[in-house]
């Protein structure tokens, strides 16, 4: 999709899109060829210029029949990229090919939400249909913003790259396994070097060297290889000493090993690695605009299978920093892959601050459906940082407690921990498990984002499918925070 800031609508438009309140909406000077029967019409149809409403007709402009669209603007930043959403969803595979969007009254940087909502709810995967009727496939290629204030113009390219951030992860997330395992969902990222960052790779030889025996335990049920990614995107110039380091669950197929899950809706654990997908999604945000912050991202990527070579219920295994974990559900992977991560990205790049994003735990969604990812922090400061940013970008969050009450529900007889608790606090005792790599000083937040990756109906500004969340709430965090 591209969208061009454009001073007059082009002759073709075939869409032609207004954004409207509910103050300007009953002297709103539409330039299409019936004005006041557009506005009576749509009056009609109940349509008051409202937050969330939108009206569609067919009706001439210039002579030429068009669609014409309108949408009720809301005063948040997040209102207006859902206005933007509206618009596309309603034409996206209607035939239409341009859509033009008037701008002329649109103050700031109003025109560049709307934009930039449109360009985010248009992204789907139709590369795997071959049968599928045009008729049912996107049409529109253009998007044209017409007149709009030079401040909307001036930012846009900041929303053009992490609209690209959220497109990659909804890519990665998207894909079925047989496509992106560790291996290829490393080679899917190879492409932010162009953009300045730097990939670090690690193999399974060189994990097993740093004695990762929990991620590697995790992944050596699989035929595919496990593989540790980190992406460094450093716009300071060396300025900033201690990174903001961000860590992604990466399991690119969850079945739940030997502690097998039912066979109703596992291909929904295609998408467990929709921690990692937002990681390399916002990195690929943070460089696009060139951040001024330095950021690495981390992927522990793994498969989780059922094999001869399996790890076994009660398996010992012992992680990078040395602690021994008891497996007693090898379907609690993320954890064990997430805990050797989180170690070897503080002692690699010695952060200030870590957040970890990870398709956890199933019990999250029993707290808070689909609503908000679960948030967990040793820092009251960084929680208080992604609550502000989470409310700005649209990717909701709630804070959930931790403490040493749940801390001990861990405790193992044989190691010292094992890989779950009790059934009560599912999310809870997982952050714990997590949390017991913490070193000392480092201000850490765990995101439980199983609820939030994957959903069965469109959003505000994601088709059914891949939301993209996380990306949109790291990039707010870092732009807020963490640049100079
Ligand atoms: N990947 C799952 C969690 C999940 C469940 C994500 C549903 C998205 C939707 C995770 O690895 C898992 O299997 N967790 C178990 C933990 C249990 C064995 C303690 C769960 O939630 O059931
Ligand atoms: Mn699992
Ligand atoms: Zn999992």
């Not at 401040?151 to 690209?164: E, F, G, I, K």
């Not at 690699?348 to 398709?359: F, G, K, Q, R, S």
């Not at 000083?441 to 505000?460: E, F, Q, S, Y």
């Amino acid at each position: 999709m591209e969208i061009i800031f454009n001073p007059v609508r082009p002759e073709d438009t075939d869409v032609v899109a207004f954004a409207v309140t509910k103050a300007n909406f009953a002297d709103y000077n539409f330039p299409v060829d019936h004005p006041d029967q557009l506005r009576e019409t749509a009056k009609l149809a109940n349509f008051e210029g409202g937050a969330g409403q939108s009206f569609l007709l067919i009706a001439p402009v210039d002579g030429r029949m068009v669609r014409i669209i309108l949408v009720g603007l809301g005063d948040k930043p997040t209102d207006q990229q859902k206005a933007g959403g509206e618009i596309i969803s309603k034409v996206q595979t209607s035939g239409a090919k341009n859509i033009a969007i008037h701008a002329e009254h649109l103050e700031g940087t109003i025109a560049a939400e709307i934009a930039y909502g449109a360009l985010l709810r248009s992204w789907r995967m139709d590369k795997y249909f071959t049968t599928k009727p045009k008729s049912e496939l996107p049409t529109v290629t253009q998007i044209h913003i017409i007149g709009a204030p030079a401040a909307a113009n001036d930012v846009w390219p900041r929303y053009a790259a992490v609209a690209q951030g959220v497109e990659l992860t909804k890519e990665l997330v998207t894909e079925p396994a047989n496509i992106i395992y560790p291996e290829s969902f490393v080679e899917r990222c190879r492409h932010l070097t162009e953009l300045g960052i730097e990939i670090t790779v690690l193999d399974e030889a060189e994990m097993t060297k740093l004695g990762m025996g929990a991620l590697l335990g995790v992944g050596q049920g699989s035929r595919k290889q496990s593989r540790m990614l980190a992406m460094k995107w450093d716009g300071t110039g060396g300025k900033q000493q201690r990174p903001l380091c961000l860590v992604g669950k990466g399991v690119t197929f969850d079945t739940g090993g030997i502690s097998i899950k039912p066979a109703a809706g596992m291909e929904d654990m295609k998408w467990d690695m929709g921690g990692a997908g937002a990681v390399a999604g916002t990195m690929k945000a943070l460089a696009g605009r060139k951040a001024n912050a330095y950021v690495v991202g981390i992927c522990g990527l793994v498969e989780n299978m059922p094999d001869g070579n399996a790890q076994r219920p009660g398996d010992v295994v012992t992680s990078m920093a040395g602690q021994t974990i008891e497996v007693i559900n090898t379907d609690a992977e993320g954890r064990l892959v997430l805990c050797d991560a989180l170690h070897w990205a503080q002692e690699t790049y010695n952060p200030e601050y870590m957040v970890d994003l990870a398709t956890l735990t199933g019990a999250i969604i029993i707290s808070l459906a689909n609503e908000y990812a679960g948030m967990f922090s040793n820092s009251d400061e960084l929680a208080d940082k992604l609550n502000a940013a989470a409310k700005a970008s649209g990717d909701p969050v709630w804070r959930m407690p931790i403490g040493a009450v749940y801390d001990k529900m861990i405790n193992s007889d044989i190691a010292d921990m094992k890989n779950v608790g009790p059934r009560g606090g599912g999310s809870i005792t997982a952050a714990q498990f997590l949390h017991r790599f913490i070193k000392d000083g480092v201000k850490w937040a765990h995101l439980d984002i199983a609820g939030t990756v994957w959903t069965d109906k469109p959003g505000a500004t994601w088709n059914k499918g891949a939301s993209g969340f996380g990306v949109k709430l790291l990039d707010r965090l870092v732009a807020d925070n963490f640049e100079g």
